[in-house]
């Protein structure tokens, strides 16, 4: 009997443990930070682990969201959601930077959670910007980014804030959008800003950082 029952406990022991070790698919890690962000003691939680597990991201991003370079996106108010899911990118290789590619494969699923309702929950400050807004800029925005960003340009769950990047950031990303970089080959920018001109970019991108 003891023959028996012995390889069948281990097998069972297995299958708990392949269960245990499964990692959630995006979609049930949204589900997850959508029931944390309903709560309001696991949120703090959240925020507390986010803290903790952010300290690796200070150095570029800053402990308040708001980047310490200006080739470097703040992360302070930004879409939850976007957060969580331009991390899955650069671990999956749809989206390449040479460091965030590399510490996307760092975190686990929960402080990954935890690190984006963390910076999400950040103020953006204003930063010295080294344009001027342009009337040209603004026209552009009214009539084509509000749309999907916001009239403010905060964003939604669908969409990223964009208001108060670092122009330096702005630039360089509008940039790789309208020349189809690889480095973010399926982003739905690619169609936006397919028929717009440098000079448009660079004037959209001094309005947007000047957006409070
Ligand atoms: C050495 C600097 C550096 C460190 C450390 C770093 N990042 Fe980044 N991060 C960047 C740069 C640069 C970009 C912009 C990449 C690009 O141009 O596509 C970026 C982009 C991002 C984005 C996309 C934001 C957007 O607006 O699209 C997220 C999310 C992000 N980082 C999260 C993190 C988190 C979380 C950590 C810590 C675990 C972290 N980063 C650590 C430099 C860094
Ligand atoms: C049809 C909806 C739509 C419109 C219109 C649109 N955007 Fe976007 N935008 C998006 C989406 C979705 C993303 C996230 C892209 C991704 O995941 O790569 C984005 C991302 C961006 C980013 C990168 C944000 C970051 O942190 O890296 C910038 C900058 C941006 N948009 C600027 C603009 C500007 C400027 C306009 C107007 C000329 C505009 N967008 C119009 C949907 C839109």
Excluded: W
Aim: hydrophobic share 40%; charged share 20%.
């Amino acid at each position: 009997m003891k023959n028996i029952i012995q390889p069948l406990l281990y097998v069972l022991l297995l299958s708990v443990l392949s269960f245990l070790a499964r990692a959630e698919s995006v979609d049930e890690l949204l589900a997850d930070m959508e029931r944390i962000q309903q709560d309001p003691a696991a949120l703090r939680a959240a925020i507390q682990q986010g803290e903790y597990r952010g300290t690796l991201c200070f150095s570029c991003h800053g402990k308040d969201g708001n980047s310490t370079r200006d080739y470097i996106p703040n992360l302070a108010s930004q879409n939850p959601t976007y957060l969580f899911t331009q991390f899955e990118h650069f671990a999956s290789g749809e989206r390449k930077n040479y460091v965030m590619s590399k510490l996307a494969t760092q975190l686990t699923d929960s402080d990954r959670v935890a690190v984006a309702l963390y910076f999400a929950g950040r103020a953006v400050k204003p930063r010295q910007q080294p344009v001027v807004p342009s009337a040209e800029g603004k026209a552009l925005f009214d009539s084509m980014c509000f749309a999907c960003h916001g009239a403010s340009a905060h964003g939604s769950r669908e969409y990223p804030r964009i208001a108060g990047q670092p122009y330096e950031y702005l630039e360089a990303t509008l940039l790789k959008f309208r020349d189809k970089n690889p480095d973010r080959a399926k982003s739905p920018m690619i169609g936006v800003v397919q028929n717009l001109t440098e000079q448009q970019l660079k004037d959209v991108a001094a309005y947007l950082a000047h957006m409070r």
